[in-house]
């Protein structure tokens, strides 16, 4: 099966934009989604299909995707936002996800 | 709005047999892909395997040995069953929903249950 590469840690000062990445070559036919986990909780969708959000994600939260690069954008990153995102799309054998990153709001 | 709530053993032994089941509230259980998912202490997650109403199922090539999910259509529950354990498998594990139409273009998982952290220890 493929795989989908994450950094394993990014920081982003409070307020500042901040991206993260995940490639893999599943993506050049496949959406990325993303989600975001805090600790003790289950992850929650953030993003999905070519960029939406579901319901309650706030607007600071943005995707796009570039041949095998699928990216998550925070626009004006809030405390809140710190957490651990994942990304994940289907391959040739079922689904795959990135092995995380975890983003520290500074 | 679908809602998933899932159960099972949370303590096994090594070499016994996992088994987890998770229930679907609120919506069709039809069109889509039920599935497990899981998350060793301190890690990232890892698919196990999907399954749709029909039956029809896929796993993680990884697991597919140990792994079997099956559904029951009369009580909109799907289960997961995973052989062998070992300290390997202590996870905290996780059913969701991903629709069959949007796993086309990649798909994305929502819901999901709570979690179930199961520990494998002698």
């Known amino acids: 099966s493929s795989e989908l590469t994450q950094d394993p840690a990014v920081s982003v000062a409070l307020g500042q934009t901040v991206r993260i990445t995940c490639q893999g070559d599943s993506l050049r036919s496949y959406y990325a989604s993303w989600y975001q986990q805090k600790p003790g909780q289950a992850p929650v969708l953030v993003i999905y299909g070519k960029n939406n959000r579901p319901s309650g994600i706030p607007d600071r939260f943005s995707g796009s995707s570039s041949g095998n690069t699928a990216s998550l954008t925070i626009t004006g990153a809030q405390a809140e936002d710190e957490a651990d995102y994942y990304c994940n799309s289907r391959d040739s054998s079922g689904v795959v996800f990135g092995g995380g990153t975890k983003l520290t709001v500074l | 709005q679908v809602q998933l709530q899932q159960w099972g053993a949370g303590l096994l032994k090594p070499s016994e047999t996992l088994s987890l089941t998770c229930a679907v509230y609120?919506?069709?259980?039809?069109?889509?892909?039920w599935s497990w998912i899981r998350q060793p202490p301190g890690k990232g997650l890892e698919w196990i395997g999907e399954i749709n109403h029909s039956g029809s199922t896929n796993y993680n090539p990884s697991l597919k040995s140990r792994v079997t999910i099956s559904v029951d259509t009369s009580k909109n529950q799907f289960s997961l069953k995973l052989s062998s354990v070992t300290a390997a498998d202590t996870a905290v594990y996780y059913c969701?929903?991903?629709?069959?139409?949007?796993?086309?273009?990649?798909?994305?998982?929502?819901?999901w249950g709570q979690g179930t952290l199961v520990t494998v220890s002698s």
């Open positions: 609120g919506g069709s259980f039809s069109g889509y892909y």
């Open positions: 969701a929903s991903m629709g069959i139409a949007a796993a086309g273009t990649g798909g994305w998982f929502d819901p």
